[in-house]
């Protein structure tokens, strides 16, 4: 019921920036929570930073101060910035959407979109 369209991933210097979008379209008036995971090469998927409804944010250790998330609700868009890069946040990035009533909530998954950062 829900789609994702991501975008904004690329190479980029080690210190640069780069700024991610994800769309959401279809049944977005159940979406409670968006949020970013990245998975690297030989590595789990792992969480990057997520966003309730309320505005909660929840940010892995290795990029507390660096990466920002946010919402545009009206754009049904959530972002991430990312600053000062490191060469070991290379990973394809996925977004996420936590959608649907409590007791029956999905999760639903954008296309990934590859960040490298070279050194």
């Known amino acids: 019921q829900v789609q994702l369209v991501e975008s904004g991933g690329g190479l980029v210097q080690a210190g640069g920036s780069l700024r991610l979008s994800c769309a959401a379209s279809?049944?977005?008036?159940?979406?409670?929570?968006m949020g970013w995971y990245r998975q690297a090469p030989g590595k789990q998927r792992e969480l990057v930073a997520r966003?309730?409804?309320?505005?909660?944010?929840n940010y892995a250790d290795s990029v507390k101060g660096r990466f920002t998330i946010s919402r545009d609700n009206t754009k049904n868009t959530v972002y991430l910035q990312m600053n000062s890069l490191k060469p070991e946040d290379t990973a394809v990035y996925y977004c996420n959407v936590l959608s649907g009533p409590v007791w029956n909530s999905k999760d639903y998954w954008g296309q990934g979109t590859q960040v490298t950062v070279s050194s």
């Open positions: 279809g049944s977005t008036f159940s979406i409670n929570a």
């Open positions: 966003q309730g409804s309320g505005g909660s944010t």
